[in-house]
């Protein structure tokens, strides 16, 4: 079905106001061309219709998952060919926080979701590699070995390292765009980070992951407008109570 649209964004005003709608990412305005990836259930829709079918992308969970996977997939696709070209890739996932402006922006019909934008550019310099698990963290042969407590929390120690050192050196390998943020924009965001490190006491990685970079009750609170975004993009799949004969 190919439930997707691209929509390629070039202009510079076009991608000053994408960059705004992502939070202000700098590397949204400096990259020449940003493609925003969405969902696109209005293309099917319409040729269900013509075609006197019934299709409810919009309420099955089972097609907006397939479909979720699908655009995913094919961003994938564009950074990795990307790669091969020279070119660096980012992708933006924050355009979630703002789906109504977006598809406003844009002129998004209904049924069409934008889920994030990937950025492409020429590389200043090629990025530090950022730590991952390791692969017999994530590996597991025919069968999933439930890891012992220890084994995680060394894991995640091996990844991001400890936090008492020099604080740059610690957001190197675990929020590296708040560097990237200040070399682009300037100043700004690594002090504001290192003063909410010492105003919440954190003492680990993963308090700085769940407390300062991805703040639990900021990511639930955000479930509201998400939802209310999709209803209001005519997608309504967490409704459960649709007749079924
Ligand atoms: C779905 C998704 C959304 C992301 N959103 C953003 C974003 O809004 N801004 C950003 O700078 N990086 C974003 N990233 C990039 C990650 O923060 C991280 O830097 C990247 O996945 C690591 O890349 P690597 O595999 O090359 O190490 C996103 C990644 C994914 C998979």
Not at 129 to 157: G, M, N, Q, V, W
Request: aromatic share 10%; with cysteine.
């Amino acid at each position: 079905m190919q439930p997707l649209s691209i929509i390629l964004v070039r202009d510079i005003e076009k991608r000053k106001e994408l960059a705004r709608l992502a939070g202000n990412q700098p590397w949204v305005r400096n990259a020449p061309v940003s493609m925003v990836f969405c969902l696109d259930f209005y293309r099917i829709k319409k040729w269900a219709e013509m075609c006197r079918v019934d299709f409810r992308g919009e309420a099955a969970v089972n097609h907006f998952l397939i479909a979720y996977a699908d655009v995913m997939i094919a961003a994938q696709s564009v950074a990795v060919l990307a790669e091969t070209y020279g070119l660096s890739s980012v992708y933006i996932g924050t355009l979630l926080h703002e789906i109504d402006r977006v598809r406003e922006f844009f002129k998004i019909p209904r049924l069409v979701l934008p889920v994030m934008a990937l950025c492409i550019g020429y590389p200043k310099s090629l990025p530090g590699k950022i730590p991952k698990l390791k692969r017999k963290d994530i590996l597991h042969e025919e069968e999933y070995r439930t890891p012992p407590a220890d084994e995680i929390l060394h894991a995640f120690e091996e990844k991001y390292g400890v936090i008492d050192q020099v604080k740059e050196k610690y957001l190197e390998r675990a929020f590296v765009e708040a560097l990237e943020h200040d070399l682009q924009e300037g100043p700004g965001l690594v002090e504001h980070v290192k003063k909410e490190m010492k105003r919440l006491d954190i003492q680990n990685s993963a308090q700085f992951l769940f407390k300062v970079r991805y703040p639990t009750e900021v990511m639930v609170r955000m479930n509201r407008g998400l939802l209310q975004s999709f209803k209001n993009a005519g997608f309504d799949m967490f409704d459960t109570s649709f007749p079924v004969s």
